[in-house]
Every structure is written in structure tokens, then in C-alpha cells.
């Protein structure tokens, strides 16, 4: 589904990612590891067209790389950042509406979306009408995921959906992960609490400086401790 | 009595005037954290569209509406001249390019047209006074105060309604993240200039009828009014713009009131030492609004 070929992206002067290449197939979910710095956000970024990035990204054959992060939201790929920007003054319906800005012209399904929603997250139900920035970092987290998935992506890019997160949000957070790949979503996922993503993916790309420093099966990387040792920081 | 309703109306009148043209700059400013300098040539834009078309004979409605679509046009026209070719560059060059359109329209109309004030039609309601609760006030101070609480509300709903609302008041505060949903964002800027120039649209009809002339100049006031109303009432928050624009307009019709008559002739100055102490007080402007710097 996903190709990257030879992914480079400067900031200025400095190259926060040489020569990265790696593939998505259909329902997939892959995970990107790496110690903080290593060029995981950036290559994200990179393939969802916020970056200006070298190389070739491929979306089921078609040269994309030049895309804004519009069009990317067009054909079906979504990202949600790190930085999880919640809209802090928009409702949390608000923020669901415009996450289904794309489909703005199937106003039925996106109530039907709004329904699933809301049955997966009761929490976002209760707090509709509430600002974005009311809510508490993990309300935040399942409200940035679910207003992505309001584009009814077929590509999803998660940025460290941890990141910062009570150890028990982080186990719902990753339950829904894998309950989102069950519906046939693929996904690519950046996480830095690798212990946790190795054991929701299919597959695995450890990062360092920049380049893709091991690939395999998700058993195999979490097999391989000296990896752990070294990349992952335990 | 008398006299609070005639201050009341004064107040009101000249602060929806006030606020309309500080929701004008502030909509821009909003999206693309810059100050659109040539938002004050939109309103002669406008006023010039009326001295133009008053030969032809069309009803003052259907003028009036020509010269609000032509400040549109010429809103829409700074973003494709003055920002888009320089927008992702350097803030610095923005500023310039928008001060050099400005400029270039002032002088295009030095040129073309005339230094000299050139009369634009008003209706006749606009010079007719109407007595309420004794108080004899211009038709025109309630037709400003209408036409402020009408657009006022209409804003408002859109800003809170349509899908395109949403993302322009999303766009404000993470501008990114807004495309990343899909949002175009040359569909955000665009609209935001259009939004200014049909605000500008209509604070020149406003404006212009309080003179009956326009002028080259004739945007500076406006432009400058709307920027301290915009400063004090915090630069982020399109409920500062207006809470700014009213407040304002209380300081001076309040000025216009109570200074005595030597003193009048200074009433800028006690204005601005107004404004000054409230941005020592409040430097953030009144109304906060989302917090980020981030530029787009």
C-alpha cells in the first residue's frame, strides 16, 4: 500500500533523516522504533506531506512525495502528531466535525462515524460540548485519533500515542489500536514505548540517526535483546 | 436621561462601526499571525466603487452592493499579490509587500482619479434625522448600529456553524494541523481576506456616510482605529476585535462628553494615554485567545 524509497528530510543544514525506505502492505500494522532524535516524527511527517522531504513516496504505485497534507487527507492518509493539537477552543464535536472536513458532502456517514465514535470513546460523548483544551491528556489522545479517523482514512500515521499517558490510558490507548486494525485500517506507528508497540504490530523498523538501523517481524526484533540494548534504551 | 440615550446611541453606533473594522483586520491576523497594512485601502477600494458607478443611475442597494463585492475582490487580490508569492519566505518580506500594495493603490488612485475629495452618493436616509425618547439622533447612527448587531450575529454564526467557520477559527490556533485534517489552506487564507474585504466593504459604505466624500487617504483612520481596538482587545481573539472596537468607542464618545471645549482638540492624546495604560495593565489585550505563537 505504502512505499518509501530513499527518504531524506533536512531541517537548514541538518539531516534529521538519510536513506530511509520502508513498506506498508494493506492492513498492516507497522511500527517505527527508535531513541528520541532518531528521524521517527520526521519521516511521518515526511510521508503525510507536512515535510518537504527528497526521495520517492509511493501510495499504491503513485508518486506522492510532492503532496500537500491535504490531498494526502484526500487519498485516505491521516496523521496524528505527537504534539496531539486539539483545537483547545473548539468543542470536542467541533473538532470531530472538522476532522470529517473530507467528507463534508456525507453527512450521514459521518453521523454513523460520530455513533461508532462515541460508543468506542463514551468519554468524547459526555464532554461534546466541552472545549478541546478541557479535557485531560489522555481524553485528548483518543479525541485527536478519533477525529482522525472521522476522514475514514485507510492509512493511519500515529506519532507516540503514549507519549505522557498514565500506564492505564496507555492500555486502552493501544486497545483501540489494535481494535482499529482489526477493522482493516493500516497503520504505521511511532512509538517509543517499544515493549508495548512490539506487542500490538505485525512488523518493526528500528531508527538511529536518521537511517533504518534493523527491520523484521515484530517477534524477531523483540527477540533480538541486544537491539533492545541498544536502540530502545532497555 | 436624554443625555445618557444620546450617549448610548453615540456609543453604540460609532463602536459597531469601530468593531466591524477591527473583525476585518483581526480575521487575518488570526490565520496568518501578520497585519494586513493595505486593509485600509479595501474601504477606499469601496469608496471609490461608488463615486465610480454613481453615474449609472442604479439604485443606492445595488451600488452599495457593487462596492462591497469590489472591496472582496480587492481583499482576495492582496492575498494573491502581496502575501502568497512571499508568504512561506520571511515575515519581514510579507510586511513590506503588504505596505508596497497600499501604497500602489493610493497612488494608482492620486493618479487615475484625484488627490481631491470626490463626492459619493448617499441615500437620503443617511442625512435624516429621527427623534427617539426625545433624544434627535441621525438615521444614520441607527442604520450603523443595525447593521453592526445584524453582521455582528451573522459572523458569529458562521464562525460557529459552518464547516468553514470552524476550521478558519481552527486554523487560528494550529494552522498545520487544520490542512492535515484536509483543510486547503489556500481555501483558509483566501476566504479570511474575503471576509476582510466585505467587512471593509461595508464599514466604507459606513464610514463614507458619515463624510460623503472619499478620499486616497481615506483608509488610514480606519485601519489605525481598527489596529488599537484589535491591540487592546487581544490580537488572537475575534470576540477581542469587537470588545476592543466598543471599548474604544466608549473612550472617545466619552471624551467627545466630558472634556471641556479647550481641550477637545487633544482628544487623541487622552485616548491613546488611555490605551496605553490599559496595555500596561493588560499587555496581552483584553481577551486572551488560544495560546500559540506559531506562525504559518
Redesign the interface.
Known amino acids: 500500500m505504502l512505499e518509501v524509497n530513499s527518504l531524506e528530510v533536512r531541517y537548514g543544514a541538518i539531516r534529521a533523516v538519510h536513506d530511509v525506505s520502508l513498506t506498508l502492505a494493506e492492513g498492516e500494522l507497522v511500527t517505527l522504533l527508535g531513541a528520541n532524535g532518531a528521524g521517527k516524527s520526521s519521516t511521518l511527517l515526511a510521508i503525510a506531506g507536512a515535510l518537504r522531504a527528497n526521495g520517492r513516496i509511493l501510495l499504491e504505485g503513485q508518486d506522492v512525495t510532492s503532496w500537500s497534507p491535504e490531498r494526502m487527507v484526500r487519498n485516505g492518509v491521516v496523521m496524528v502528531p505527537e504534539t496531539r493539537d486539539v483545537f483547545p477552543d473548539l468543542t470536542v464535536l467541533e473538532n470531530l466535525r472538522l476532522g470529517g472536513y473530507v467528507r463534508r458532502s456525507d453527512q450521514a456517514g459521518l453521523a454513523e462515524d460520530r455513533e461508532r465514535i462515541f460508543e468506542l470513546f463514551p468519554r468524547l460523548k459526555e464532554r461534546g460540548d466541552q472545549p478541546g483544551g478541557t479535557l485531560s491528556g489522555g481524553e485528548q489522545q483518543m479525541l485527536v485519533i478519533a477525529r482522525a479517523m472521522m476522514s475514514r482514512p485507510r492509512l493511519l500515521l500515529l506519532d507516540e500515542p503514549s507519549l505522557g499517558l498514565a500506564p492505564t490510558i496507555v492500555d486502552q490507548i493501544f486497545e483501540m489500536i489494535v481494535e482499529l486494525k482489526r477493522s482493516g485500517l493500516t497503520i504505521l506507528l511511532v512509538e517509543q514505548n517499544a515493549s508495548k508497540a512490539l506487542e500490538v504490530a505485525d512488523r518493526a523498523y528500528v531508527m538511529r540517526l536518521g537511517r533504518v538501523a534493523a527491520e523484521g517481524t515484530a517477534a524477531d526484533i523483540a527477540a533480538a535483546s541486544d537491539l533492545k540494548a541498544i536502540y530502545l534504551g532497555g | 436621561m436624554t443625555m445618557f440615550i444620546q450617549f448610548l446611541i453615540d456609543v453604540l453606533s460609532l463602536g459597531g462601526a469601530y468593531a466591524l473594522m477591527a473583525l476585518g483586520l483581526v480575521i487575518v491576523f488570526g490565520i496568518l499571525k501578520l497585519v494586513n497594512f493595505a486593509y485600509g485601502e479595501l474601504i477606499m477600494v469601496a469608496g471609490y466603487t461608488m463615486y465610480m458607478v454613481s453615474g449609472l443611475g442604479l439604485p443606492w442597494l445595488v451600488m452599495a452592493g457593487i462596492a462591497v463585492i469590489m472591496a472582496i475582490m480587492a481583499g482576495i487580490a492582496t492575498d494573491y499579490v502581496a502575501f502568497r508569492p512571499v508568504r512561506a519566505k520571511s515575515v519581514t518580506a510579507v510586511l513590506i509587500t503588504s505596505f508596497a500594495f497600499s501604497t500602489l493603490l493610493q497612488n494608482a488612485a492620486q493618479l487615475f482619479i484625484s488627490p481631491r475629495p470626490r463626492t459619493v452618493p448617499l441615500p437620503e436616509i443617511f442625512s435624516a434625522t429621527v427623534e427617539i425618547a426625545g433624544v434627535i439622533t441621525p438615521a444614520r447612527n441607527l442604520i450603523t448600529i443595525a447593521a453592526a448587531v445584524t453582521l455582528l450575529a451573522f459572523f458569529a454564526f458562521i464562525m460557529k456553524r459552518s464547516?468553514l467557520g470552524?476550521?478558519m477559527?481552527?486554523a487560528a490556533?494550529?494552522f498545520?494541523?487544520?490542512?492535515?485534517?484536509?483543510?486547503?489552506?489556500n481555501l483558509i487564507i483566501s476566504s479570511a481576506f474575503a471576509i476582510s474585504g466585505f467587512f471593509a466593504g461595508v464599514v466604507s459604505l459606513l464610514w463614507i456616510g458619515r463624510i460623503g466624500t472619499v478620499v486616497p487617504g481615506i483608509g488610514l483612520e480606519p485601519l489605525l482605529i481598527a489596529f488599537i481596538a484589535t491591540v487592546i482587545g487581544g490580537m488572537r481573539s475575534l470576540q477581542g476585535a469587537v470588545l476592543g472596537g466598543f471599548l474604544l468607542a466608549f473612550i472617545d464618545t466619552g471624551l467627545n462628553y466630558s472634556l471641556p471645549q479647550e481641550l477637545l482638540k487633544f482628544r487623541d492624546a487622552f485616548t491613546f494615554s488611555l490605551v496605553i495604560l490599559i496595555l500596561l495593565w493588560r499587555p496581552q489585550g483584553l481577551m486572551r485567545?488560544?495560546?500559540t505563537g506559531q506562525r504559518t
Open positions: 464547516i470552524i476550521a477559527r481552527a490556533t494550529h498545520t494541523m487544520t490542512r492535515m485534517l484536509g483543510v486547503p489552506a485567545g488560544p495560546a
